[in-house]
């Protein structure tokens, strides 16, 4: 039962979502470099946004009707570019949202591309592989020529992957003329290699989240060896974090995931969860190597890295106050809500953000439109010997605006990813 003091807080306080949180952020970073209010009126907005209500016949006969989102926000710097994501939360403010977050990660890592974010509102637990064949298949036809290799270029996201960028590649494909077919294999990345994609794609966003914590604890004088870690979301990126952490010697700890939390203080042997999951529909309950714990307990949890990799706003006010890490790794898109960050802040808790944290996914994103684009295949050893010389540039950088002006991560990237937008408008100026 609700008492009348939470009812009057939850009215006092309404619960921000994630457009709310990167408009703070947009705003406070705007405010800090001055960013020209012209500028500022554009970069507050996004350019074009669709949503597309279409049917799909499911295995029974029956017909369902999906709606489905794709936002673009900025293509100043290059062709739009982001995930697709499949989950109950997609909506266009959550689309807006991300999409933004895009534009920020792209710029920050000096790319020549745009930010963009869709997605369907779906639970896709609910259906068959078919079904969501089906489904995919009639959403890229819906987009129609929205997305493109030139124009937009759609990636996986939360419950979305290489295969289901394969029947997105193949539908888009099959609505060109035969001539027009070849030069269109990178109109999505994150392909199945033999379709095309790049070895290392798969690795990517999580080898990124191992690398900027491996700067940052180089950054501190702090060796990682035995250093302890917990992870929410064992997904592709809380996977490939952890397994780079566990190679590099610290321990994880805790996982959480929508099926609930489990812990084990002495560590938790990554590849066995890997393969726990593999055999019991992607789920980490009941584990064997690990106890099953409350999820309220999970944030609480003694440890020197936390990482975030599921969806956003899990660290709030309510939970902030009970986080022990030393650095928070934010491997999901906005995990952080604006009023926690002050709290971790203030505490000395320090967050390596998104846009520079999980970016070593549209990173490799761009090394395998690249590969397509040119007609060229990299080794494996060559991509990441790249990501990782981006993402150190990227780093760096921030860093240095860091301590230069005195400011946290997040507002430090988030200058430097505005100021490159700010001068291709004033170099290019605005039409007409």
Known sequence: MITKEEKQEKTQKPKQGMLDNVMRQFNNASDKIGLDPSIRKILGITNNELVVHFPVKMDNGSVEVFTGYRVQHNNALGPYKGGLRYHPTVDLDA???LAMWMTWKTSLAGLPLGGAKGGIQ???????????????????????????????????DVNTNAQTMAWILDTYMSTKSPNERSTNLHVVTGKPVGAGGSEGRDRA??????????FWAEHNNIDLQGRKFIVQGFGN???WASLFLEMEGAVLTAVQDASGSIFNPDGIVVDELSEYMAQHDHKIAGFPGADRINNDEFFALDCDICIPAALGNQITEKNAGDIKALVIAEGANGPTDVQAEKMLLDRGVAIIPDILCNSGGVIGSYFEWLQNRNG???QLEEVMEKLRKKLRESFTRVMKVTEDREVDMRTAAFIIAMERLEQAYRQRGIFP
Do not use: H, Q
């Open 95 to 97: 689309a807006r949202a």
């Open 122 to 156: 779906i639970d896709p637990s609910r259906y068959s592989t078919g079904e969501l064949e089906r489904i995919t298949r009639r959403f890229t036809y819906a987009l129609g020529d929205n997305i493109g290799p030139e124009l937009d270029i759609p990636a996986p």
């Open 205 to 214: 966003t999580g080898y990124g989240v191992y690398l900027s914590v491996k």
């Open 237 to 239: 990126v809380g996977y």
């Open 376 to 378: 060229e295949i990299w």
